[in-house]
């Protein structure tokens, strides 16, 4: 949906307190065992977040009303301050967090937690990123900002994921850097 710039750009200032949070809460006091589970949790958890990125984008973003709704209207004006209030994108996550805590030990609930939000704020940071920075020729974002541009090609259905395009390739949805033209105003 629509946001202003203070709200589209809440997630960035929000997320790394509930970091931060949720790493002072699961770690304190934690045993080195501890400690290992819960960074051994959070690698999972930003594993996980890419596959869960991929997954929503492409089956609910892209298939599912009203979310598809939602979606094209990125689709239709990318430059503008289109996403998902942090309000409900940070309860999300603390309904997952409380979840977690039932099935799992405290650091790896904890972990796992910190890790799908540090995917998510690292995704929420390159899609804002490709649509409205301007990247260096022949460097990693511009190489990012042209994939996610074939996404954003009228029809496309290919260029899933933002954060990599792992799971593009294992799912073959990968274009190659040849089926442009890209998106006018997603390109770098
Ligand atoms: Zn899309
Ligand atoms: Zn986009």
């Known amino acids: 949906m629509h946001l202003t710039p ?3 750009r ?11 949070w949720v790493g002072v809460v699961s770690l304190r006091p934690a045993s080195p065992s501890q400690t290992e589970m819960w960074l051994a949790s959070a690698l999972a958890g930003v594993g996980l977040w890419t596959l869960l990125e991929y997954a929503l984008h492409r089956w609910l973003l892209h298939q599912l009303q009203p979310f598809k709704r939602l979606h094209d209207a990125h689709h239709a004006n990318p430059s503008q301050l289109i996403g998902t ?26 972990g796992a937690t910190a890790g ?18 301007r990247a260096a020729p022949g460097g990693w974002l511009a190489h990012a900002k042209l994939r996610h541009a074939r996404h954003h090609r009228a029809g496309a259905r290919s260029d ?3 954060t990599t395009d792992a799971w593009d390739r294992l799912f073959r949805t990968a274009s190659t850097p040849s089926a442009a033209p890209v998106h006018r105003q997603a390109r770098p």
Do not use: Q
């Open 6 to 8: 203070w709200s589209y």
């Open 116 to 133: 799908l939000m540090l995917g998510y704020l690292a995704y929420s940071m390159l899609h804002d990123a490709v649509h409205h920075w």
């Open 85 to 110: 209030p942090t309000w409900i994108s940070a309860s999300l996550f603390i309904a997952v967090w409380w979840y977690l805590l039932r099935e799992l030990p405290r650091p790896a609930a904890g």
């Open 160 to 162: 899933f994921g933002v």
């Open 10 to 20: 809440a997630d960035f200032a929000v997320f790394p307190l509930l970091l931060a």
